[in-house]
């Protein structure tokens, strides 16, 4: 199972929206709408910001937003701030295994 | 509340094997499945495999197979993994985190074992 394809870093200025991407196959996101979301600080454990395709765990910011068409999720961060940058990864569900993407590098400018 | 303890970091040969342990406490058990990822210096995270609330089954990524096993311990909620035949590749950050049922997504993670493999 190959790793999900992610662009390798995305920025934008504070207040912005930003989207990026996370492609696969007919057998992963293309199959399940089970593809979650995660951020990661430096030294940290991954946090959960989106599940089910579009789902917000409670207590994440109404900001994350995520999508799904064909192949390929999206997460959407609105407004961005400066505590949103992080890495973030997507995941999938393949039928009985995982793949997470190569993972975004996001910066504030 | 919820919390994965994971074991403190290890330095091993190539060659050898090496042991993670997960302590859960803050919720049941043996109600959740115990899923394991790693992560390489400066890399992405990577799944590695799960193991069923009752311990009666796995599933391992095919990177994996054959070289990892994962087992847990009911009665001290703690799961464990095994890697043997370890490779200088293998030095990472892994993980222990925690299946919200019926989602697959991981809703809870460990602090993260760094294993480190040098001759």
């Known amino acids: 199972q190959s790793a999900l394809t992610q662009p390798a870093s995305v920025s934008g200025s504070p207040g912005q929206s930003i989207t990026f991407s996370c492609t696969g196959t007919s057998s992963d996101i293309g199959t399940y709408d089970s593809v979650s979301w995660y951020q990661q600080y430096p030294g940290k454990a991954p946090k959960v910001m989106i599940y089910?395709?579009?789902k917000r765990p409670s207590g994440v910011s109404s900001r994350f937003s995520g999508s799904k068409s064909g192949n390929t999720a999206s997460l959407t961060i609105a407004g961005l701030q400066a505590e949103d940058e992080a890495d973030y990864y997507c995941?999938?569900?393949?039928?009985?295994?995982?793949?997470f993407g190569i993972g975004t590098k996001v910066t504030v400018l | 509340q919820v919390e994965l303890v994971q074991s403190g970091a290890e330095v091993k040969k190539p060659g050898a094997s090496v042991k993670v342990s997960c302590k859960a406490s803050g919720f049941t058990f043996s109600s959740y499945y115990i899923h394991w990822v790693r992560q390489a210096p400066g890399q992405g995270l990577e799944w590695m495999g799960a193991i069923r609330p009752s311990g009666d089954g796995t599933t391992y990524a095919q990177n994996f197979q054959g070289r990892v096993i994962m087992t847990r311990d009911t009665s001290t909620s703690t799961a464990y993994m095994d890697v043997s035949s370890l490779r200088s590749d293998d030095t990472a950050v892994y993980f222990c985190?925690?299946?919200?049922?019926?989602?697959?997504?991981?809703?809870?993670w460990g602090q993260g074992t760094l294993i480190t493999v040098s001759s």
């Open positions: 985190t925690r299946e919200f049922p019926g989602t697959g997504y991981f809703d809870s």
């Open positions: 995941c999938a569900y393949a039928g009985s295994t995982y793949v």
């Open positions: 089910d395709v579009s």
